[in-house]
């Protein structure tokens, strides 16, 4: 049970954070949904090998951060969840693109590394945006943001209820987690042949649990086209931060920032 509790605890993080009260969680939720895509989009807009095109933006996370009060090290860590994801997508690169780029030292580095290092930072440097904007901003505003945006109802539901209900999942697989080791006389996991059983009890428990979640929903006047509620007005201080991260983004996609600083540290 202790697992459990922690485990959840864990995940309602972010949650938690978003409660704070510091300059940034005061902004308006669709300024600060515009901003993480522009952002986005703007990073993902290098082509593979702009790894020192790139590397400027990491500004952008660490201000962010600091401006928002929130734990470095607890977004680090969410972060690095999906690096293996990305490592293992690029690390064929290396194999293919043997083609050297530079020499640091005696250190040969090839397209195909120059390429895998600006994927794991660009991953980095996405990933770090969408956790601080669910940081800084309660799930209900930005979830009640993306109807006034007009995104699918449908959409924006299954990104709430998974959220909310993700919990009832964990409880549910430990719950047979435990179950399957108090009857199997000491082993220390699943076995593989058990797996495929032990997912599909899984799934119809909640398959289960989840039409009575629904319908104990609908009874309090669930619909799946709630209302998004009258938006807070725009003020000088959204429209202000917008402006600049916009305007940097910009900056940052058209000028070669670190090519300037590096001449200027090491002049030809």
Not at 143 to 169: D, G, N, T
Not at 205 to 225: I, N, P
Not at 257 to 263: E, K, M, Q
Request: proline fraction near 4%; aromatic fraction near 10%; charged fraction near 15%.
């Amino acid at each position: 049970m202790h697992d459990i509790a922690r485990t959840t605890e864990t995940l309602y993080t972010l949650e938690q954070l978003a409660a704070g009260r510091s300059g940034l969680h005061r902004l308006h939720p669709g300024v600060k949904i515009l901003a993480t895509l522009f952002f986005m989009v703007t990073v993902i807009s290098f082509d593979r090998y702009s790894l020192g095109r790139i590397v400027p933006f990491l500004f952008y996370p660490c201000i962010l951060i600091a401006w928002g009060d929130i734990p470095p090290a607890l977004l680090l860590r969410r972060t690095a969840l999906a690096l293996p994801f990305c490592l293992f997508a690029g690390i064929s690169n290396l194999i293919f693109e043997r083609g050297i780029v530079v020499y640091l030292g005696n250190f040969a580095v090839s397209y195909g590394l120059l390429s895998l290092v600006t994927l794991l930072l660009r991953t980095l440097l996405c990933v770090a945006a969408v956790l601080i904007l669910m940081a800084v901003t309660p799930l209900c505003r930005l979830a009640a943001q993306l109807r006034r945006f007009h995104c699918p109802a449908l959409f924006v539901s299954l990104l709430e209820i998974s959220y909310r209900y993700i919990a009832v999942l964990i409880a549910e697989a430990s719950s047979m987690y435990t179950a399957y080791i108090l009857r199997s006389g000491g082993a220390k996991g699943i076995e593989l042949k058990h797996m495929g059983s032990f997912i599909g009890h899984l799934f119809l428990r909640s398959a289960d649990r989840a039409e009575r979640v629904y319908a104990a929903m609908k009874c309090r006047g669930y619909d799946l086209d709630l209302p998004a509620g009258n938006p807070r007005p725009l003020n000088a201080a959204d429209i202000i931060f917008l402006t600049l991260v916009c305007g940097f983004c910009i900056l940052f996609r058209l000028v070669d920032i670190s090519a300037i600083l590096g001449s200027w540290i090491i002049p030809s």
